[in-house]
C-alpha cells in the first residue's frame, strides 16, 4: 500500500505501468505538436519528411512561417497587451479585496465574500454573455439618453479585459488572502506603536510581506488571461486574441503553422510557470 | 479602532467590480431572458423563451445530454486522479515527489486550445495514430477516431485533469500513513483501507475538484465543438448560435441562464450531501 508496508511485486508493477502510462496520455498531445512543428510537409500530420524550420522562418508565399502571418503576430500581441492589463487590475483589485476580507470588519462580510467566490462557479460562457448583455445595454441606454455612442460598450479590447478581470481577480484575491493568513499581525501592531500610520503599515510591512504572493498571482492572472477562450470569445471585436484566431484556423483546416506557434506558447508558458515555482518557493 | 476611510478605500473597487461585473450582469441576463415581442412585434414580459426551450426536444436534450455528459468526465476524472494523487503523495519517493508535481502541473498552464489541437492531430484519420497503427498492421485502413463522444469526452477529462489532482494531492499528503500501516496490523485489506480509510479522508478534496471539474465541464466550448461530432452538441453551443448565429439574445440569455441554474442547484446540492461551504472547498 504505502512505502513503508510490503507489497507484491506485481501490485507495485501495475500501479508504476499506470503512472506511466497516465504521464504519456498528459504529455502526448504537447509533444506530438511540437514534433510535427519541425516537419517538411504541408499538412500537420506524419509521415516524417524531414526537418524543416519552414513553418517559423518561411516568408511565403507557398508557406507562411509564424514570424511572417501578420495576422497570428497582431493576435499575439493583442493577447499580451490584454494578459497585461487583466494582470494589472485583478491584482491590484484582488489585494485590495483579500485586505479588505482578512483585516476589517464590516456588515455584510459574508455576503461579500460570497459573492467574491461566485466566479468560481460561474461557467466562463456564462459571465461572457452576461456582460456583453450588459455593456450593451449600458451602450443602447447611453444613447438614447444622453446620445454618446460609447465605442467602449461594444465587443471590444476592453470588454474583453473587463470579461476576463471580473473572474481571474477572484483567483488573485484567493493567492494572496492565503498568505496574508500566516501574517503575524504582531508586526504591524509593533509598526503602529513605533508611530507609523496605517499606509505607512500597509506599505512598508503588509505589502512586503504580500509581494512574493503578489507576483505569483500576477503571474498566474497573466496565464489565465493569455489562454482565456470561453469567456473572451464572446466579447470579442476587431481585435481577436490568440486563443481565438487559433481557433478559427484549427477550425477551418490548419497548416502546420499552428504547431509552430503552439511550440511558441508551450515554451513560453512552461517558462513562466516554471520561474513562478521557482521564485515562489524561494518566498516561503 | 481603524479608520472608517481606510475600509472605504479598501471596499470601493472590490464593491465595484463585484456589483458591475458580477451582480448586475446577471440580473441583466435574467432579465433580459424574460424578454420577447408580442403579437404586435413590441417589445414585452414573456416566457416564450423558457416555452421554446420545453418544447423544442432539441434544446432540453442537449441540456440533458450535457449533464448526464458532464456527470461522466466529472466520474472518469475522479477515478482517474485516486491513484496519481496516491502515487505521488504515499508512494513515489520524496525526490521524485516535486518533480512529478511539476510534470503534473505544466501541460495545464498551457493553452486548452493547444492542447486540443495536439489531440486533433494525434486521433483524426490522417493523425499519427492511425499512420502507427496502419504500420503496424494492426488496422489496414486508418479509422476515424475523432469527432465522437468518446473523444469528446476523453478531451474533457484531459481538460480538467488538474483541478481534481491538485486538491486530491493536497487531502492525501495530510493522511497520517500510520493509520494505513495500523489498518494493515490489524488484517484489513487493500479495498477495506481505500473504502474506510482513503476515501472517506479525501472527501473534501473529492468534493472541491468534483464542483470544479464539473463546473468546468458543463460550461466548456471549446473541446465539445473541435472534439464532439456533428451530432454531438453540446449546450453552451446552444447559446453560442442563439447569440452570434441566430442573433437571437433574448432565447440565449434564457438558455445562459438555464445552464447557470443548472450548475449552481449541482454544485449546491454537491456541498449539502458533504456537508461544506462554498468557502472551505475554494481554499
New interface residues.
Given amino acids: 500500500?504505502?512505502?513503508?508496508?510490503p507489497t507484491s511485486r506485481g501490485y507495485d508493477w501495475a500501479?508504476q505501468a499506470?503512472?506511466i502510462l497516465?504521464?504519456i496520455?498528459?504529455?502526448?498531445?504537447?509533444v506530438?505538436?511540437c514534433v510535427?512543428a519541425f516537419n517538411d510537409s504541408n499538412?500537420?500530420?506524419?509521415?516524417w519528411n524531414g526537418f524543416s524550420l519552414d513553418w517559423f522562418l518561411s516568408a511565403g508565399p507557398a508557406r507562411v512561417g509564424i514570424f511572417h502571418d501578420s495576422q497570428t503576430l497582431r493576435a499575439l500581441w493583442t493577447s499580451f497587451k490584454t494578459a497585461f492589463f487583466v494582470s494589472i487590475f485583478s491584482v491590484?483589485?484582488g489585494t485590495?479585496?483579500s485586505?479588505?476580507f482578512e483585516e476589517?470588519q464590516?456588515r455584510f462580510k459574508e455576503l461579500?465574500?460570497?459573492?467574491?467566490?461566485?466566479?468560481?462557479?460561474?461557467?466562463?460562457?456564462?459571465?461572457g454573455?452576461?456582460?456583453?448583455?450588459?455593456a450593451?445595454?449600458a451602450g443602447v441606454f447611453l444613447e438614447e439618453s444622453m446620445e454618446w455612442d460609447f465605442a467602449l460598450f461594444r465587443p471590444s479590447f476592453w470588454l474583453v479585459v473587463?470579461g476576463q478581470?471580473?473572474f481571474i481577480?477572484t483567483f488573485v484575491t484567493?493567492v494572496v488572502?492565503?498568505r496574508l493568513r500566516k501574517f503575524d499581525r504582531s508586526l504591524e501592531e509593533a509598526a503602529l506603536n513605533l508611530g507609523a500610520n496605517?499606509f505607512q503599515v500597509i506599505r512598508h510591512i503588509t505589502l512586503r510581506y504580500l509581494r512574493p504572493s503578489i507576483i505569483g498571482a500576477a503571474a498566474v492572472a497573466f496565464?489565465m488571461s493569455?489562454?482565456n477562450?470561453?469567456t473572451t470569445?464572446?466579447l470579442v471585436g476587431s481585435e481577436p486574441t490568440?486563443?481565438v484566431t487559433?481557433?478559427l484556423q484549427?477550425?477551418d483546416g490548419?497548416t502546420p503553422m499552428?504547431?509552430a506557434v503552439?511550440l511558441l506558447?508551450?515554451v513560453g508558458?512552461?517558462c513562466?510557470?516554471?520561474a513562478n515555482?521557482y521564485f515562489g518557493r524561494k518566498g516561503k | 479602532m481603524r479608520s472608517r476611510l481606510g475600509l472605504w478605500l479598501l471596499l470601493t473597487p472590490v464593491l465595484l467590480w463585484l456589483v458591475l461585473l458580477i451582480v448586475l450582469p446577471h440580473i441583466d441576463l435574467l432579465l433580459m431572458s424574460f424578454r420577447g415581442e408580442n403579437d404586435l412585434g413590441e417589445p414585452a414580459w414573456t416566457l416564450a423563451n423558457y416555452a421554446n426551450f420545453f418544447s423544442e426536444p432539441v434544446y432540453w436534450l442537449t441540456f440533458a445530454r450535457t449533464a448526464l455528459y458532464a456527470v461522466i468526465t466529472t466520474a472518469i476524472t475522479a477515478m482517474l486522479a485516486m491513484p496519481v494523487a496516491f502515487y505521488i503523495t504515499k508512494l513515489a519517493r520524496q525526490r521524485a515527489r516535486g518533480a512529478l508535481l511539476v510534470l503534473l502541473l505544466l501541460p495545464f498552464w498551457v493553452s486548452e486550445l493547444v492542447r486540443v489541437y495536439g489531440w486533433m492531430i494525434l486521433l483524426r484519420e490522417s493523425g499519427v495514430l492511425n499512420h502507427f497503427m496502419l504500420a503496424l498492421g494492426l488496422v489496414h485502413k486508418p479509422v476515424e477516431m475523432l469527432y465522437n463522444d468518446a473523444s469528446m469526452i476523453m478531451g474533457l477529462v484531459y481538460t480538467s485533469m488538474l483541478f481534481m489532482v491538485v486538491p486530491l494531492v493536497s487531502v492525501m499528503d495530510s493522511l497520517d500513513d500510520s493509520l494505513i500501516e495500523a489498518a494493515h496490523d490489524l488484517g484489513a485489506h487493500k479495498r477495506a483501507i481505500w473504502r474506510t480509510i482513503i476515501i472517506p479522508h479525501c472527501k473534501p478534496g473529492l468534493v472541491s475538484g468534483s464542483i470544479i471539474v464539473f463546473m468546468l465541464t458543463l460550461g466548456n466550448y471549446l473541446t465539445p465543438n473541435l472534439m464532439g461530432g456533428k451530432n454531438s452538441l453540446w449546450f453552451t453551443e446552444q447559446i453560442y448560435n442563439q447569440f452570434i448565429a441566430s442573433f437571437n439574445w433574448n432565447q440565449g440569455a434564457a438558455f445562459g441562464f438555464l445552464l447557470l441554474l443548472l450548475s449552481s442547484l449541482m454544485i449546491w446540492l454537491g456541498l449539502k450531501l458533504t456537508r461544506q461551504k462554498l468557502g472551505e472547498v475554494a481554499s
Fill in positions: 500500500m504505502i512505502r513503508s508496508l500501479f499506470f503512472i497516465y504521464f496520455f498528459l504529455f502526448a498531445p504537447l506530438v505538436t510535427l499538412f500537420p500530420s506524419l509521415p491590484a483589485v485590495c479585496a485586505l479588505l476589517e464590516f461579500l465574500y460570497f459573492l467574491m467566490l461566485a466566479p468560481l462557479v460561474i461557467p466562463g460562457v456564462i459571465l454573455i452576461s456582460l456583453l448583455l450588459t450593451n445595454t473587463m478581470f471580473s481577480t484567493l488572502s492565503a496605517r496565464l493569455f489562454e477562450f470561453n470569445i464572446f490568440l486563443p487559433l481557433y484549427v477550425r490548419s499552428i504547431n503552439s506558447l508551450i508558458t512552461s513562466l510557470a516554471l515555482l
